[in-house]
């Protein structure tokens, strides 16, 4: 299996038909969690994978409706058993909120937890976090309001690769991080400082020469129609609004 799949497409307001926005890489050998503002483990049930597949997470920036959950995921995780090590990468600002967050339940008494690994991601260059033969993912800064990258997912067997944006307005690094991605994940929460419009998008997938768009992340209030329009007045491809559990491969 090379998947991708969106767990969540909602801007930082979730409603009853989509959670904040977070992702689910899987492969054969790895199931990569791409941030936890909420709970995932219905979702993940729903996208029939149990807690404990998770492999790896990687967490974009510390705000709330990107790792809020981070408490309960380990929790969860811990009660479930968990025995084998799970790897978290983050920028070094994103893994101290991240630790301060969990510092808040005293996990680290929690008799027999299982390891936790750090791994830090760089804010100054693009940076291949995870590296195995049937997949690669690697992770950029780009401009948000508080420290954030966005990630770049390429499946080896399949030769598809996705960018997943995140929360940023754009920038070079997105440009750099997206550019020959079949597919462009891309928030559309602006416009406003540190957030991306559905015009800015299209311009974004445009200079990328992507194939697809998606927008994600968007304020569910507005009209899809206005949404897509807006976003396909720069950009000649198919464009399409994220929903819960669509996925890709
Ligand atoms: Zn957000
Ligand atoms: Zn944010």
């Given at each position: 299996?090379?998947?991708?799949?969106?767990?969540?497409?909602?801007?930082?307001?979730?409603?009853?038909?989509?959670?904040?926005?977070?992702?689910?890489?899987?492969?054969?050998?790895?199931?990569?969690?791409?941030?936890c503002?909420?709970?995932?483990?219905?979702?993940?049930?729903?996208a029939?994978?149990?807690?404990?597949?998770?492999?790896?997470?990687?967490?974009?920036?510390?705000?709330a409706?990107?790792?809020?959950?981070?408490?309960?995921?380990?929790?969860?995780?811990?009660?479930?058993?968990?025995?084998?090590?799970l790897?978290?990468?983050?920028?070094?600002?994103?893994?101290?909120?991240?630790?301060?967050?969990?510092?808040?339940?005293?996990?680290?008494?929690w008799?027999?937890?299982?390891?936790?690994?750090?791994?830090?991601?760089?804010?100054?260059?693009?940076?291949?976090?995870?590296?195995?033969?049937?997949?690669?993912?690697?992770?950029?800064?780009?401009?948000?309001?508080?420290?954030?990258?966005?990630?770049?997912?390429?499946f080896?067997e399949?030769?598809?690769?996705?960018?997943?944006?995140?929360?940023?307005?754009?920038?070079e690094?997105?440009?750099?991080?997206?550019?020959?991605?079949?597919?462009?994940?891309?928030?559309?929460?602006?416009?406003a400082?540190?957030h991306?419009?559905?015009?800015?998008?299209?311009?974004?997938?445009?200079k990328?020469?992507?194939k697809?768009?998606?927008?994600?992340?968007?304020?569910?209030?507005r009209?899809?129609?206005?949404?897509l329009?807006?976003?396909?007045?720069?950009?000649a491809?198919?464009?399409?609004?994220?929903?819960?559990l669509q996925?890709?491969?």
């Open positions: 299996m090379n998947r991708l799949t969106i767990l969540g497409s909602g801007f930082a307001v979730a409603n009853q038909n989509q959670e904040n926005t977070y992702l689910l890489v899987q492969t054969g050998m790895h199931t990569v969690l791409i941030d503002g909420n709970n995932p483990v219905g979702k993940l049930q729903q029939g994978v149990a807690i404990n597949q998770i492999t790896d997470l990687i967490l974009t920036h510390a705000h409706d990107h790792m809020g959950a981070l408490p309960l995921l380990m929790m969860d995780m811990w009660l479930c058993k968990r025995q084998t090590p790897k978290v990468y983050g920028l070094d600002y994103t893994l101290e909120k991240a630790k301060a967050l969990l510092a808040i339940y005293n996990w680290e008494n008799q027999g937890m299982f390891p936790v690994e750090f791994y830090s991601i760089s804010a100054d260059s693009r940076q291949e976090i995870v590296h195995a033969r049937e997949l690669s993912i690697s992770a950029a800064s780009v401009k948000h309001l508080i420290p954030t990258v966005g990630v770049r997912v390429s080896v399949t030769h598809k690769t996705f960018v997943y944006s995140c929360d940023t307005e754009p920038c690094g997105l440009d750099r991080l997206a550019t020959g991605a079949h597919l462009l994940i891309q928030e559309a929460a602006g416009p400082k540190g991306t419009s559905p015009e800015e998008a299209g311009i974004t997938a445009n990328a020469g992507v697809e768009l998606v927008l994600i992340h968007y304020d569910a209030g009209s899809e129609e206005d949404l329009s807006r976003a396909s007045s720069n950009f491809g198919k464009v399409s609004l994220a929903k819960d996925f890709f491969e």
